[in-house]
């Protein structure tokens, strides 16, 4: 299906790649917005399935990749992901037909659309992640052993380098050493693959799913119509105005391949009495619910404030803050044992299996 | 040694066992039995165990909040009896968690794995007993002091009260006293050689049926550890044969007992050129073969000092300690600090204690010990009071009493001009005929058939060596000390004073 985005579908993408991981800096998500509505006001913005591309059409996964900087601590200069595709063309000898997020959340879901506008492709409405996972290698794509590379990484000061690389775990490192010396993030297409091969591993709707979500809570219904039909979209489950009582940095050791600070949050269910605790290393990678697994990684989890319906900020939760914890699931590949094995709760120094391991 | 298997639990562990080096974060309402311990390495682990089982979480286990969180909850689907973790792996949703599920949480701030071992040997054992006995064992061993064993036992049952009785008297005593009604565990020590029972004896706050039986085993396991350090103790007193010796040497010359009697003095703790306060203490039965009793009076002693530096050393009538004192120590301050801490047990003993006054010249142990004894010898007589020094008493002493010897002795302190004066049993037997005829100098003169003048110009030397025969209130010793001093005159014996 061939879907001509308008600038309501573009604020909306922005809500839902927010929602999908309850982003620490949102605003790097909402200036993407606002320059991607922009740009569409002299361009079309095309969202494709990957089924409507000829299969051997070759597709690229764009993403921003940062190891310590933000977009916000060193803006980029608009020709980056550009550059990254450009890249792709010429080591792959082989023009590029359409552009898919990296990772259908946060930052990353917003990219693709601003780069096929620059380049007048289509965004294909499918990603590897079906989520965002902190590492390149936990894709489906990887699960499906769709090489990597090659890579191309593009930095703020207008540096560029192609990885040819074909395992993801290699290229991890690889490209966590080059992210560093190009400035602490750089622009990335990487996945370089035919359509047809996105269209069989990797996650399809993922983009659409983005918008649909944002559509939702960015209306003007009730709070509680909010809470219900985002619950019905997703499958969700949900755990409804726990009131937040600790909050704990530097909760856990971190892990050296995956950069962030580890933290806690603990809330309290003030009917019940129920404990709840969620543990976040970006993303929420795992809740407890008196001390049981409600969710682990790769289970998607999200926050929305109880009064509002308003996506939550991990970085602006406070003591005393009323949320509701949001629980769905990820793709089906991931709750196979080698999708469980690449981004279970193992993969993040948890050592507990997926309440779906072994079960 | 326990008599019968006994079940271990978290509050019995707590207050004898492994978990006493634990912090509780939480105490579930119950008290559950202790069946096993775990130390988990893998969280899945506790999924296998036994209901009633201790969680640890191993270091190697990793850190955090949420692992806490996640052990209290299996802990909790297998029924655990607490969950043990590291000291800086919790925080306070933990703790909340914790309450939630009432289950019991530990943390600890070495490394878990000692506590796991410390409770399988509890367990091990079949009860927290049996490791207690064998941890009161070695550390009695250890222990030198009877204080030091009798802290031993108290800290096994959680600082209960323990103590040291002689004759229903308490002589020593260590740990917190409790409130409330008290069970009381009693073992005889030393019974044999004393000739009197003593005991060793533990409150416990009462219905408390499985710590008192604790109680009895600790205390059958301490009993020769102090009986031992009892002894001990006493291994520094002088032999009787050397302060036999005292008694008669002090009524030598002082330079002359320096030299011959250092070990005695050694004993005593004398020090050339410190102050000292002799104190005495003597008993109202003057039967011999009381040496037993020095092991007592020491320890009773040693509530005045704690320290053990002037401990009492028997001699013939009684013990005699010397006290060191700055010039400013004020001697009835010293009785009332004496009287306070061992009074009442004295009294019950049937014994008192006598303490000397001050004096300028340090070297005047004589008159000290002197002073000591008679002091002790009217706190005996009056019954009345357990302590008195000899301050307080002065020349009245002799009122108090009949013991010919201690009125000699009171003379001999209070009179010294008197005892040195060329005529000295001449001015004696005219204060006694004044006396005798209740001050009329008309018949005494004539009872002595000396001139008034005569018999007057010997009532004014009386007055200037210090006789009272003009004051009301201590004419009366007066008389009675001359009167004895005059019957002495009246012997042949040549020794001014007899050694009371």
Request: net charge negative.
């Amino acid at each position: 299906m061939i879907t001509r985005l308008i600038a309501d579908d573009i604020r909306h993408l922005g809500t839902g790649a927010h929602f999908l991981a309850c982003t620490i800096d949102p605003m790097s998500v909402f200036s993407y917005a606002d320059m991607i509505e922009e740009t569409m006001k002299e361009r079309r913005l095309m969202l494709v399935d990957a089924a409507d591309l000829a299969p051997d059409d070759l597709v690229v996964a764009v993403g921003m990749v940062s190891h310590g900087f933000t977009f916000a601590d060193m803006p980029p200069a608009g020709d980056e992901f550009v550059g990254c595709v450009e890249a792709i063309e010429a080591t792959m000898g082989q023009q590029v037909r359409g552009i898919y997020p990296l990772a259908a959340a946060s930052i990353n879901g917003m990219v693709p659309a601003m780069v096929a506008l620059q380049m007048s492709l289509p965004v294909i409405d499918a990603d590897p992640m079906g989520r965002v996972f902190p590492l390149i290698s936990q894709t489906t794509l990887n699960l499906a052993a769709i090489p990597i590379g090659p890579i191309a990484l593009m930095g703020v000061a207008g540096d560029r380098a192609v990885v040819e690389v074909g395992d993801a775990q290699r290229a991890e490192t690889l490209v966590r050493s080059l992210v560093t010396d190009l400035g602490g993030w750089a622009a990335t297409a990487m996945y370089p693959c035919a359509a047809a091969q996105l269209r069989q591993h990797g996650i399809p709707g993922s983009v659409s799913r983005m918008i649909r979500i944002g559509e939702v809570l960015d209306s003007d219904r009730p709070t509680r119509w909010k809470h219900q039909h985002i619950a019905r979209l997703l499958g969700a489950k949900r755990i409804t105005n726990v009131r937040v009582v600790d909050i704990e940095g530097a909760s856990r050791p971190s892990d050296v391949a995956v950069s962030a600070l580890p933290s806690s949050i603990s809330l309290v269910d003030e009917e019940s009495g129920q404990v709840v605790r969620l543990e976040i290393q970006n993303e929420i990678v795992l809740v407890l619910v008196d001390g049981g697994t409600a969710a682990a990684i790769p289970d998607i989890v999200s926050l929305v404030n109880t009064d509002d319906g308003t996506v939550v900020d991990l970085s602006d939760i406070r003591e005393g803050d009323a949320l509701d914890v949001v629980i769905f699931d990820a793709a089906p590949p991931w709750y196979r044992e080698d999708g469980l094995r690449l981004a279970g709760p193992r993969a993040f120094g948890i050592p507990l299996d997926h309440p779906r391991q072994g079960s | 040694m326990t008599g019968h298997p006994r079940h271990l639990d978290i509050a019995g562990s707590m207050a004898h066992g492994a978990l006493r080096e634990a912090t509780a974060l939480f105490l579930s309402e119950g008290n559950p039995e202790i069946s096993s311990v775990a130390l988990i390495t893998h969280l899945d682990e506790i999924h296998r165990l036994a209901p009633n089982s201790v969680v640890v979480l191993s270091s190697a286990l990793g850190s955090g909040g949420w692992l806490v969180s996640a052990a209290l909850r299996r802990a909790w689907e297998r029924r655990a009896s607490a969950v043990i973790v590291s000291g800086s792996e919790y925080s306070s949703s933990a703790t909340r968690l914790a309450d939630r599920l009432d289950i019991t949480l530990f943390a600890v701030e070495n490394d878990t794995s000692r506590i796991a071992l410390a409770l399988a040997t509890e367990i091990g054992a079949n009860s927290f007993a049996d490791t207690a006995l064998a941890r009161l064992a070695t550390a009695a061993a250890s222990a030198t002091t009877l204080t030091d064993v009798m802290l031993v036992v108290s800290a096994e049952l959680g600082g209960a009260e323990v103590l040291l009785e002689y004759d229903g008297v308490t002589l020593h005593t260590v740990g917190g006293t409790r409130r409330g009604p008290t069970d009381t565990v009693s073992t005889d020590v030393l019974s044999s050689s004393l000739g009197t029972r003593s005991t060793l004896t533990v409150k416990l706050p009462a219905a408390q049926q499985t710590r008192v039986e604790i109680a009895r085993s600790l205390l059958t396991v301490a009993r020769p550890a102090i009986e031992a350090a009892w002894l001990q103790g006493d291994q520094g007193t002088a032999s009787p044969a050397a302060l036999f010796t005292l008694d008669e040497a002090l009524a030598g010359p002082w330079s002359r007992f320096t030299d011959r009697h250092r070990d005695v003095l050694r004993h005593l703790g004398w020090r050339p050129g410190q102050h000292y306060v002799a104190v005495s203490i003597r008993r109202q039965s003057k039967a011999p073969g009381s040496s037993h009793l020095t092991s007592v009076v020491r320890l009773l002693w040693r509530a005045v000092d704690p320290r053990d530096k002037c401990a009492p050393v028997e001699t013939d009538t009684g013990w005699v300690a010397l006290l060191p004192v700055r010039e400013t120590e004020d001697t009835a301050a010293l009785a009332i600090r004496i009287r306070t801490r061992i009074g009442a047990a004295l009294q019950e003993l049937g014994m008192a204690a006598g303490l000397s006054g001050w004096r300028d010249d340090p070297d005047a142990l004589a008159p000290l010990i002197h002073e000591a004894r008679v002091a002790a010898a009217v706190a005996l007589s009056t019954r009345d009071r357990a302590v008195i020094a000899f301050p307080e008493l002065d020349l009245a002493a002799a009122a108090e009493l009949l013991d010919r010897p201690e009125i000699l002795l009171v003379a001999e302190l209070a009179l010294p001009h008197l005892m040195a004066h060329p005529d000295r049993d001449t001015i004696v037997e005219a204060v006694k005929a004044y006396l005798d005829h209740h001050g009329s100098v008309a018949l005494a003169a004539e009872s002595l058939t000396v001139h008034r003048n005569t018999l007057q110009a010997r009532l004014a030397k009386a007055r200037a060596v210090g006789i009272p025969i003009d004051d009301p209130d201590r004419i009366l010793a007066a008389h009675i000390v001359c009167s004895t001093l005059h019957r002495r005159a009246q012997a042949t014996s040549e020794n001014p004073i007899e050694n009371g």
